[in-house]
Nanobody, 121 residues
Framework: QVQLVESGGDLVHPGGSLKLECTAS????????MAWYRQGPGKERELVAGINSIGNRKTYQDAVKGRFIISRDNGKKMVYLQMNTLKPEDTAVYYC??????????????WGQGTQVTVSS
């Protein structure tokens, strides 16, 4: 059974940084792409960043390029999202997601319960 547990969400001032973590279990982590999604107030869930199974290919939503970095540690079965220069519009519940294959282009399914990130002064 796929389990994804996110952590690291918090209240942070604009311009600040946060690092989100996702612990995965129930599948062979090193063979699947992973991603971070987010859902802001009154908005649909959107892809923030994706990473392939071995971590050498990544994709980002335009709004976070240059500010967010996705990474993974296959030995620890964890995926991370380093978020820098945070803006109020980054406020959302952030979800970790498992890919359908090793390539993030195949899409994602199985989300965790989410972690709240609030950017406010």
């Amino acid at each position: 059974q796929v389990q994804l547990v996110e952590s690291g969400g918090d209240l942070v001032h604009p311009g600040g940084s946060l690092k989100l973590e996702c612990t995965a279990s129930g599948f062979i982590f090193s063979t699947y792409a992973m991603a971070w999604y987010r859902q802001g107030p009154g908005k649909e869930r959107e892809l923030v960043a994706g990473i392939n199974s071995i971590g050498n290919r990544k994709t980002y939503q335009d709004a976070v390029k240059g500010r967010f970095i996705i990474s993974r540690d296959n030995g620890k079965k964890m995926v991370y999202l380093q978020m820098n220069t945070l803006k109020p519009e980054d406020t959302a519940v952030y979800y970790c997601s498992k890919g359908r294959s090793s390539d993030y282009l195949s899409g994602f399914h199985s989300w965790g319960q989410g972690t709240q990130v609030t950017v406010s002064s």
